[in-house]
C-alpha cells in the first residue's frame, strides 16, 4: 500500500530547508523572513544569471539588498541570514532538489497590455526548473498572481510531466498569493494574513506549515488552491471596482455642477456599524502590475475552470465595465485639457502640453502600465507637443521625462497632474504664470491636489477630476 503524503510527511519532519524561486520584490523578502525564522536551517534563493537580472546573486550572497527604494529591516535580514550562514543565492536550479519546500514568486504581467492575456512564461520557465528536481516529500507553493485553476491545473500538469511524480500523492502542491507593497514588504510578509490553499488537505496542512512560522500579528487563511487563486485576483478586482465607481460618481458630479469631494465627505460621515461605503478617490486613471491585470485573470478564471454563470442576458461583467470606466479616465483628462484650451482660444492641435507626473504611484518611480502613457499617446495624435515631468521616473521606454518642473511648464499652454507626488502639491500658482508665456494656462488636477483659487486668480482657466463647482468658472484677467 503505497505511503500516504501524511505519513511521508510524519516520517520526513518538519519543512527545515526552503528554496525560493525568484529574487524580486516578493522572492528577496521572503527568503530573507524565512532565513531569520529560527523554525527553518536554510534557504536558497534561486535566480537565472541572466544579463539583466544576474547581478542580484553577487549583492544577495554579499548581504546586500538589490531592491531599489527604502525597504525597512529588509537589509538588515538580508545580511544577518548571509552571516550566519541560513541564506545563499545561486543559478544553479539542481540545489533545487535539496529543500522541503519550494516557493515561486515570478512575475506573471501582460504578454501585452492589449490582448489582456497573461505571460506565463517566467512561471513555466520556473516550474519546469522545480519538475526537474522535484523529489518525493517536497512542498510546491505559487507565489506569484495567476488566473484561477493554474495551480491544479497548468502548475500541475508541468510539475507531474517533469517529475514523473503525482502531486497530492508524492508531492504536496499549493497556492499562497504575496499582498506585499513597496516601503512595507517585511512588514506586510510579517503582519498580513496569509490566504494558504493546497490542491488538498494534505497540500494545505504541509502550506500552513511553512507560512505560519513567520507571520507574527497575521494569521493563516486555509481555503483550497483554486479559492486562494480567486481570493487573490478578486481582492484587487474589487480595489478597481470601487475606484470606478468614485470615478463614475465624479463624471456625474462634473455634469451636474457639483464637487464630488462634497458628496464624499458627506457619504463618508455615514460610519459606525459597520456601514462604512468604502470610499475610494477620483483620478486621472488606474496604473500599476495589479489591477489593471488582476480582474482579467478572474474572469479568464471562470471560463477556464467555471460552468455556465447565470447571469443577467446581454450584460457585461461589473468587474470588467469597471475596468472600462478606469482606463476611460486618462481619455476623460484629455476632453478637460481640449476643453480648457478651447477657453483659452487654442486647439489640440499645436499646444504645448506640460504632463506631470509619469509613475503610475505618488512619490515613487514605478511607471508600471501607467494611465499617463494612453494621455501622452492621445494629446500626441491630435497634434499637440507633450513634455513629461517626473521627479522620480528617469526613463521609459524612449520617453526620458525632465527632472525640472520649469523644463517642463515654460511656455505651456496646459499642464495635467497625473501623479499625486508630493513636489506638485506645492506648484507655484506665480511661478506658472511666469513660466507659461500665455494669458491664460491650463491646470488640469487629475488627482485633487491643487487648491484651483490662486491659479483662477491669476487668469488660468482651472478643471479637476469631479470639480463640477469650478470646471466652468469665470475667467479673470491674467496677472502674474
Ligand atoms: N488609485 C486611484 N484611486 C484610489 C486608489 C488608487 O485612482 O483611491 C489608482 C492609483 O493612482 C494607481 C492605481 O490606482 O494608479 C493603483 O493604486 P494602488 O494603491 O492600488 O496600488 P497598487 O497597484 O500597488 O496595489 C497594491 C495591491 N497590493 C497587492 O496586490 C499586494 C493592492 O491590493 C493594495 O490594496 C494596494 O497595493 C495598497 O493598498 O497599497
Not at 267 to 280: H, P, Q, T
Amino acid at each position: 500500500m503505497k505511503e500516504t503524503l501524511r505519513a511521508l510527511f510524519k516520517r520526513q519532519g518538519p519543512i527545515s530547508r526552503i528554496g525560493v524561486i525568484g529574487m524580486g520584490y516578493v522572492g528577496i523578502p521572503s527568503a530573507a523572513v524565512f532565513a531569520n525564522c529560527p523554525e527553518f536551517d536554510f534557504v536558497w534563493g534561486f535566480q537565472r544569471d541572466s544579463p539583466t537580472s544576474g547581478y542580484k546573486i553577487e549583492m544577495l550572497n554579499a548581504g546586500k539588498s538589490p531592491l531599489v527604494g527604502k525597504e525597512p529591516e529588509l537589509d538588515a535580514l538580508i545580511r544577518n541570514a548571509v552571516e550566519t550562514e541560513k541564506f545563499a543565492c545561486t543559478s544553479d536550479f539542481s540545489t533545487i532538489s535539496e529543500v522541503d519546500a519550494v516557493t515561486i514568486a515570478v512575475q506573471t504581467p501582460f504578454r501585452n497590455p492589449k490582448d489582456l492575456l497573461p505571460d506565463f512564461g517566467s512561471l513555466e520557465g520556473a516550474l519546469k526548473d522545480v519538475g526537474a528536481n522535484l523529489r518525493e516529500g517536497m512542498l510546491v507553493v505559487l507565489e506569484s498572481t495567476v488566473t484561477p485553476g493554474t495551480t491544479d491545473g497548468f502548475a500541475r500538469d508541468i510539475l507531474e510531466r517533469e517529475s514523473g511524480l503525482t502531486a497530492g500523492e508524492d508531492f504536496a502542491l499549493a497556492h499562497a498569493p504575496e499582498r506585499v507593497m513597496v516601503g512595507r514588504l517585511v512588514r506586510n510578509l510579517r503582519e498580513h494574513d496569509r490566504v494558504v490553499g493546497g490542491i488538498d488537505e494534505p497540500s494545505t496542512e504541509r502550506a500552513v506549515s511553512l507560512y505560519a512560522p513567520i507571520l507574527t500579528s497575521g494569521r493563516v487563511i486555509p481555503m483550497s488552491a483554486t479559492a486562494a487563486e480567486v481570493t487573490k485576483t478578486a481582492e484587487n478586482t474589487f480595489r478597481d471596482l470601487q475606484i470606478a465607481a468614485i470615478n463614475q460618481l465624479a463624471l456625474y458630479c462634473e455634469s451636474m455642477g457639483i464637487n464630488v469631494y462634497d458628496v464624499r465627505a458627506g457619504i463618508d460621515s455615514l460610519k459606525g456599524e459597520g456601514v462604512s461605503r468604502g470610499l475610494l478617490f477620483p483620478g486621472a486613471g488606474v496604473g500599476g502590475h495589479c489591477l489593471p491585470k488582476d480582474t482579467y485573470h478572474l474572469e479568464r478564471g471562470v471560463k477556464v475552470i467555471g460552468g455556465r454563470v447565470d447571469y443577467p442576458d446581454n450584460s457585461e461583467s461589473l468587474f470588467v465595465l469597471a475596468r472600462q470606466i478606469n482606463d476611460f479616465m486618462p481619455k476623460h483628462m484629455l476632453s478637460l485639457t481640449v476643453e480648457g484650451l478651447k477657453r483659452a482660444g487654442k486647439a489640440q492641435k499645436g499646444a504645448k502640453i506640460a504632463l506631470l507626473g509619469w509613475a503610475f504611484l505618488k512619490n515613487t518611480d514605478d511607471a508600471r502600465n501607467t494611465p499617463s502613457e494612453l494621455y501622452y499617446s492621445l494629446c500626441i495624435d491630435g497634434g499637440a507637443e507633450v513634455v513629461v515631468h517626473d521627479p522620480y521616473v528617469k526613463r521609459f521606454g524612449s520617453l526620458h521625462p525632465r527632472a525640472q518642473l520649469e523644463d517642463a511648464i515654460r511656455n505651456a499652454d496646459a499642464i495635467a497632474v497625473f501623479t499625486d507626488h508630493d513636489e506638485y502639491r506645492s506648484l507655484d500658482p506665480a511661478l506658472v504664470r511666469e513660466w507659461c508665456d500665455t494669458a491664460h494656462p491650463v491646470i488640469i488636477d487629475g488627482r485633487n491636489i491643487l487648491d484651483p483659487e490662486p491659479f483662477i486668480e491669476r487668469g488660468c482657466i482651472f478643471k479637476g477630476i469631479g470639480r463640477g463647482d469650478i470646471n466652468h468658472h469665470a475667467i479673470r484677467e491674467s496677472r502674474a
